[in-house]
């Protein structure tokens, strides 16, 4: 059984910076990208970025090019979302989730196993 378990969120104010993780157990990891998405309500999840477990490609939501930094830890089966610069529109419940395909999607529908979720509120 797959299982993605998030941490790190939290309140910040405006300028500031967070660390989420995502620890992933059940799934090999040999091509599976991981992803990064928010939600806001009940608008639908909005890819933030991606990574593949192997090799350097990572791709990143416009809104976020330049603050965020996806990265992942092998021995530890560990992504991370580094979080700088937050800003107010940078609210939501951020969720980590993993693909059976070899491709950084950024749409939803295109993972199947997903965390609990994480609030993190950035305060203006």
């Known amino acids: 059984q797959v299982q993605l378990v998030e941490s790190g969120g939290g309140l910040v104010q405006a300028g500031g910076s967070l660390r989420l993780s995502c620890v992933v157990s059940?799934?090999?990891?040999?091509?599976?990208?991981m992803g990064w998405f928010r939600q806001v309500s009940a608008k639908e999840r909005e890819f933030v970025a991606g990574i593949k477990w192997y090799g350097d490609s990572t791709r990143y939501a416009d809104s976020v090019k330049g603050r965020f930094t996806i990265s992942r830890d092998y021995g530890r089966n560990t992504v991370y979302l580094q979080m700088n610069n937050l800003k107010p529109d940078d609210t939501a419940v951020y969720y980590c989730a993993s693909s059976g395909t070899s491709v950084i999607h950024t749409t939803a529908r295109m993972y199947d196993y997903w965390g609990q979720g994480t609030q993190v509120t950035v305060s203006s």
């Open positions: 059940g799934r090999t990891f040999s091509s599976s990208p």
